[in-house]
């Protein structure tokens, strides 16, 4: 079967010079970069030229780049260790309703621990409003976290005017970008951004890496002791390999990023005005103005989403929903409960695609046709 | 004209357990384009996180791995509380003893999932039960899986032309012992997997506990037909007609078993000897009647009826009333009949439906100690 893949916000392959890359690293750089021999020296210079340039993507610095496993640790790293190192001046934290679960539930952790933890709400389209938090923000708030971009419908957040905000507060501004990353320019410096989620595997990467950027000066506990690798900010032997891997992948990222911005803009128009045409019922779930290019969210009212993806599957095409489907749980993604309210059957009948860079525009209209065939054919039982 | 197996998509409800992973191997080994997806109709998420059915999701994403084939998961979490968890209750508060597995499989397994199924692009839907579908004389016919220990007709009884048509029982013409031989030889990684027993949102879990988290219990007297008080009782849900176990009566002499309930005044009635003749009946009437072959095969005629799972059968003879109701009449008086449960008929090795036991009769008189 012809295969076509769209969920890239889920993961992507690796691009075939990350791959070389690695390939070379693994083969010939296998140094410990703490070493002090020549083979640890060969390692180093791997690493720090990789940080240089993964800090250049953003604007930051080399020594603001904290290597993690992925985005979920970068985003634990900054919520803990924010919260521990500055409970002493508050013990306020914001964030949103619609945030990744790597935020939430470790926002979920804190309050435990006896945080408190403000969650913005979001307007249908899922953005939240400065308003809301301009009112949630108080003296005793330390950190505040938004997601750059939603991975479920794509809303991007506005991340200038809350670093505008907070730029004259204690709070220090905490981002995940995980989606974000790679897909638009990002500057931490023009944003005000204090800390930063990013993942590779998400830009074409291996899989196991990402980092967290923490601006010079942030009080930041550590979680993990040990060693002193990322300035005894993390602990633990460095990938080498997935790290020059991920270089790579932010080079080809950032050389990509106009092209892919233009491509996604067509896959979505595709598919829009395939589903025009084929005469189904569709609701986009979220905006196509303030959206991440890669992510296009539809509600196809009158089916259900368990039915749509097995049958999208069965059919070749790859997409997914916001909800987590483990032996069958299925919770409504929280991100379409906190835009639409938990009784809305958009809740229950949305589709995620997502592109990447392999995606051809003969695809896109595959899959569009297959969506058109299956949701005709749910609706009409 | 029937479809090559490659072009018939066959989906399998897979449990988890050997049996429906077995079913999903011989099907993919005949070439059909199977499809394998788990049911989860129960949350038992206990406090530490786990939970069985996850548990046992992992189980069938390994066999469906080592098979190839693709594998899902569909939540009827709902359907099953409205459909079957609530018939479970409401039979247990009314004093009898209900079948959530047969009406798991009328309402569940073969109608929503089936249904999800045929939204799938299934032709068939698979289980591992052991039963067997045939289609002779213009219509399907049912038969007992040809493994007596295991023949699981008695829970299928309600499944009627509509559902055999779209439904395959791989299993039906092999034994329990080679199903686990197949497992095996085929290295599946359920192939030693326990059988699951009891009912199956209990588990293992204890009976009395998990059924007080429901229905609040009350204790009353337990006594003889004659008044004479035996003990006290933990509440009627938790005594079924002719059980041995668990009332407490010492002393001499033959064990003592339930008899009846009197659900007004609360009282559980027990009696003495294993063949005590107030546990006999002679007649029953059945209630919710369904046909495999969507009627019954006439309004009166004799065949044999099995009055609880893995029973041997009795003979009967069986009158269909106005109502569609059936009195159904033994050829010799029957131990421990029990409202709630089914009563299956059988011409031979042909299932020809069955019904919910009603109310209970000894020589045309009722029973009212039974229910």
């Not at chain 1, 794509?154 to 974000?180: M, N, R, S």
């Not at chain 1, 930041?220 to 790290?243: D, N, Y």
């Not at chain 1, 695609?353 to 209209?365: Q, V």
């Given at each position: ?183 638009v320019p990002i500057d931490v410096n023009a944003l005000h951004i204090d800390l930063l989620s990013v993942s590779a ?181 | ?313 009795s003979p009967v003879s069986v009158k269909v009333l106005e109502t569609g109701d059936v009195e159904v009449v033994f ?41």
């Amino acid at each position: 079967m012809n295969r076509i893949y769209l969920d890239h916000a889920a993961t992507s392959p690796m691009h075939p010079n990350v791959i070389d890359k690695m390939m070379t690293v693994m083969k010939s750089e296998f140094g410990n970069p703490s070493s002090i021999h020549a083979f640890g020296r060969q390692a180093r210079h791997v690493l720090d030229e990789a940080r240089v340039s993964i800090a250049a993507s953003i604007g930051a610095e080399r020594n603001e780049i904290i290597f993690t496993s992925g985005g979920t640790e970068a985003d634990n790293t900054a919520l803990i260790g924010i919260a521990e190192a500055n409970k002493a001046r508050g013990k306020h934290i914001i964030t949103t309703e619609i945030e990744h679960h790597a935020i939430l539930h470790t926002s979920q952790y804190l309050e435990k621990k006896g945080f408190e933890v403000t969650y913005l709400p979001v307007n249908n389209e899922g953005l939240i409003s400065m308003a809301d938090v301009k009112a949630a923000l108080r003296e005793d708030t330390i950190l505040v976290s938004i997601m750059y971009g939603n991975n479920e419908v794509g809303t991007i957040q506005p991340i200038a005017d809350i670093g505008a905000l907070l730029k004259e507060h204690q709070a220090y501004f905490h981002t995940d970008a995980v989606q974000a990353y790679g897909l638009v320019p990002i500057d931490v410096n023009a944003l005000h951004i204090d800390l930063l989620s990013v993942s590779a595997h998400k830009i074409n990467g291996p899989k196991g890496i990402g980092f967290l950027y923490v601006r010079e000066g942030v009080k930041l506990q550590p979680h993990a002791h040990g060693g002193e690798q990322e300035r005894k900010r993390r602990a633990g032997t460095e990938s080498v390999p997935a790290i020059a891997g991920f270089a790579e992948a932010v080079k080809i990222a950032q050389q990509t990023m106009a092209e892919k911005a233009e491509k996604y803009r067509t896959f979505k128009e595709i598919l829009l005005a395939r589903f025009e045409e084929g005469g189904i019922q569709y609701q986009l779930n979220g905006s196509l103005e303030a959206s991440l290019p890669h992510v296009l969210n539809v509600s196809f009212p009158g089916t259900n989403v368990e039915s749509l993806l097995v049958n999208l599957d069965l059919a070749g095409i790859a997409v997914s929903s916001g909800s987590a489907c483990t032996a069958g749980s299925i919770d409504p993604s929280h991100v379409l409960v906190a835009m639409f309210g938990k009784n809305s059957e958009r809740t229950k009948n949305s589709i995620r695609f997502s592109f990447g860079l392999n995606n051809t525009n003969e695809e896109i209209k595959q899959a569009a046709d297959e969506t058109v065939k299956i949701v005709s054919r749910l609706v009409d039982k | 004209m029937k479809k090559a197996p490659k072009d018939t998509r066959v989906v399998v409800g897979m449990s988890g357990g050997v049996d429906s992973s077995v079913a999903a191997l011989l099907l993919k080994q005949q070439g059909y384009d199977v499809v394998g997806i788990f049911m989860k109709n129960w949350d038992d998420t206990d406090d530490n996180g786990v939970c069985t059915a996850t548990e046992d999701y992992n189980d069938v994403i390994a066999v469906c791995n080592q098979i190839g084939i693709p594998y899902y998961a569909v939540n009827f979490e709902k359907q099953y509380w409205e459909k079957v968890f609530t018939y479970f209750l409401e039979e247990y508060k009314a004093g009898r003893t209900p079948n959530p597995d047969v009406m798991c499989n009328k309402e569940i397994k073969f109608k929503a999932f089936l249904e999800h199924a045929v939204s799938l692009g299934a032709d068939y839907l698979a289980t591992g039960h052991y039963a067997q579908v045939a289609f002779r004389d213009g219509e399907y016919k049912m038969l007992r899986g040809i493994d007596d220990n295991k023949d699981q007709t008695y829970f299928l009884n309600q499944l009627t032309q509509e559902q055999l048509e779209k439904v395959m029982f791989p299993l039906g013409h092999i034994e329990k012992k080679e199903v686990r031989e197949i497992a095996k030889q085929a290295g599946l990684a359920t192939a030693a997997k326990k059988d699951s027993t009891g009912i199956c949102f209990i588990g293992e879990r204890n009976f009395k506990e998990f059924l007080s988290q429901y229905l609040p219990a009350q204790p009353g007297e337990m006594m003889t037909m004659d008044g004479k008080v035996m003990g006290k009782h933990d509440g009627l849900m938790y005594y079924t007609i002719g059980q041995r176990h668990g009332l407490g009566i010492g002393g001499s002499g033959e064990p003592w078993f339930v008899a009846g309930k009197d659900l007004k005044r609360n009282i559980l009635y027990v009696c003495q000897g294993f063949d005590n003749d107030l546990l006999y009946s002679t007649s029953l009437k059945a209630v919710k009647m369904s046909w495999v072959a969507n009627q019954a095969p006439a309004k009166e005629f004799t065949c044999t009826a099995k009055f609880r799972y893995r029973q041997t059968d009795s003979p009967v003879s069986v009158k269909v009333l106005e109502t569609g109701d059936v009195e159904v009449v033994f050829a010799e008086p029957v131990r421990a009949i029990t409202p709630g449960q089914a009563v299956v008929f059988y011409d031979g090795d042909v299932c020809l439906g069955g019904g919910t036991i009603d109310e209970v009769f000894k020589h045309g008189e009722k029973l009212t100690y039974v229910g």
